[in-house]
């Protein structure tokens, strides 16, 4: 059972657009939801992360949304530029059960940005 | 360079060998993560650390896999009789846990490739 759903798989942009990415989970323990860059042959980079009790939280070019009733958040990319072109995953975090914090990740989108 | 670093970064091995990975985490964070990625998805919790305890070990790691975390500072993923399921890039986080807020940084990763 996949308990952080992400999409899409793929996704094109031409140079300036807008890039959107969309997660839905599940579980409502999850309290705190990280967005990774990753370039490949690189492990995954924090992008931007928010907590649910926020709707939004923005850091230059980059915005999370998050709709904590529809149990959804979405990553906005801003003027997205060919540097951006990299795989994406969203995460949740659960509590183990030693009140550890293991991440949850989608299976990733792979964005293009096209000059 | 004061990130987490992972050693070897590659590593091509024949069914049914052992193999050892190196993780060594940012210092000062007693928190250390061990994650399985596969082609096309995202990392997969396997297992982690506080200090030198091991705390939680998800059922994806099998009694071939085990960790240890000697001196809490560095970390080993040893994988006995490798199979060829084992192909994966295997990538370690640490994190200094801060609240709400714990960040978990990863490592290059190593990519274990089993013939």
């Known amino acids: 059972q996949q308990q952080v759903k992400q999409s899409p798989q793929s996704l094109i942009v031409q140079k300036g657009g807008i890039s959107i990415i969309n997660c839905a989970y599940e579980?409502?323990?999850?309290?705190?939801f990280p967005w990774y860059q990753q370039f490949p042959g690189k492990g995954p980079a924090l992008l931007i992360a928010i907590r649910p009790d926020v709707s939004e939280k923005k850091e230059g070019r980059f915005t999370i949304s998050f709709n904590k009733s529809a149990k959804q958040f979405s990553l906005h990319i801003m003027d997205s530029q060919p540097g951006d072109s990299a795989t994406y995953f969203c995460?949740?975090?659960?509590?183990?059960?030693?009140?550890?914090?293991?991440?949850?990740f989608g299976k990733g989108t792979t964005l293009s940005v096209s000059s | 360079d004061t990130g987490v670093s992972q050693n070897p970064r590659h590593k091509i091995t024949k069914r049914g060998q052992n193999v050892t990975f190196r993780c060594d985490p940012i210092?000062?964070?007693?928190?250390l993560y061990w994650y399985r990625q596969t082609l096309g998805q995202g990392p997969e919790f396997l297992t982690y650390?506080?200090?030198?305890?091991?705390?939680?070990k998800s059922r994806l790691l099998s009694d071939r896999f085990s960790a240890e975390r000697p001196k809490g500072s560095f970390s080993t993923l040893e994988i006995q009789r490798t199979e060829q399921g084992d192909s994966a890039m295997y990538l370690c986080?640490?994190?200094?846990?801060?609240?709400?807020?714990?960040?978990?940084?990863f490592g290059p990763g190593t990519r274990l490739l089993v013939l």
């Open positions: 579980n409502t323990a999850f309290d705190y």
């Open positions: 210092s000062e964070h007693n928190r």
């Open positions: 650390f506080q200090n030198e305890a091991q705390l939680e």
């Open positions: 986080a640490s994190s200094s846990y801060r609240g709400a807020q714990e960040t978990q940084y």
């Open positions: 995460a949740a975090r659960r509590r183990t059960n030693q009140a550890g914090t293991a991440l949850i």
